[in-house]
């Protein structure tokens, strides 16, 4: 008998999460690879999201909040392939994975995914997303020519460049918010559309519940 969709993508998801190490310079982040099934990266690409041409001025996603997209419960109730996505991250054996590797308690915790949808012009200064995020991770999903250059940039500090984490469809950059996570995106040319899920598990302390996955109801 097949296991179910469900189940395959759990547990894909768990094989690379566990078998990716940490990598320590400039702090601990993870660089997984192959974790969705490539028929759902591609179903994920296919979603029919709004596109912006937009001229970042302070680096900040914040400055267009009005036109950022989320997995609300509408938006997943429209899409399988966003129910996967956060059915893999709802699995109670994902949340044992991830806290595990990152020796944190995801309890109580609320999951927000914005689809990001990026072109020529987008920018983000170093930030840290310390505070009420626990968990980030950044999914690259685009296939385009010149997409390896897309990817996120790590920094030592706020002023001080570290490397740039090469772009590739169903690759990610994963870390537990510190101090020390610096990360944003130099201005560059971006020749297409640059998609990524930013995955993050929130504190009850996040005030914009319209953006989650659900608006009240918690991991565990």
Do not use: C
């Not at 949340?95 to 915790?109: T, V, Y």
């Not at 090469?166 to 994963?174: I, R, V």
């Not at 996570?181 to 598990?201: A, D, Q, S």
Request: net charge negative; charged share 25%; no cysteine.
């Amino acid at each position: 008998m097949s296991s179910s969709p469900f189940q395959s993508d759990k547990a894909l998801f768990i094989k690379s999460w566990d078998s990716t190490p940490f990598r320590t310079d400039p702090y601990d982040h993870l660089i997984v690879k192959n974790f969705f099934d490539a028929s759902l990266v591609s179903d994920v690409v296919e979603i029919p999201v709004q596109e912006y041409d937009l001229a970042y001025v302070k680096g900040t996603r914040e400055e267009f909040n009005p036109t950022r997209q989320y997995f609300t419960p509408s938006f997943i109730s429209q899409f399988d392939a966003a129910q996967r996505v956060a059915d893999i991250f709802r699995s109670s054996e994902v949340i044992s994975a991830i806290e595990k590797k990152g020796n944190i308690s995801l309890k109580d915790s609320l999951l927000r995914i914005e689809y990001a949808i990026d072109k020529d012009k987008f920018w983000l200064t170093p930030h840290t997303d310390l505070g009420v995020k626990l968990f980030t991770f950044l999914i690259y999903l685009s296939k385009e020519e010149d997409a390896s250059g897309w990817g996120t940039d790590i920094y030592y500090d706020a002023e001080t460049h570290h490397s740039t984490v090469p772009y590739e469809s169903n690759t990610g950059l994963s870390f537990f918010p510190s101090d020390k996570t610096w990360h944003g995106f130099e201005p560059r040319p971006i020749k297409g559309i640059r998609k990524t899920l930013i995955v993050n598990y929130v504190t009850q302390e996040w005030r914009n519940r319209h953006e989650l996955v659900h608006p009240t109801e918690p991991m565990y």
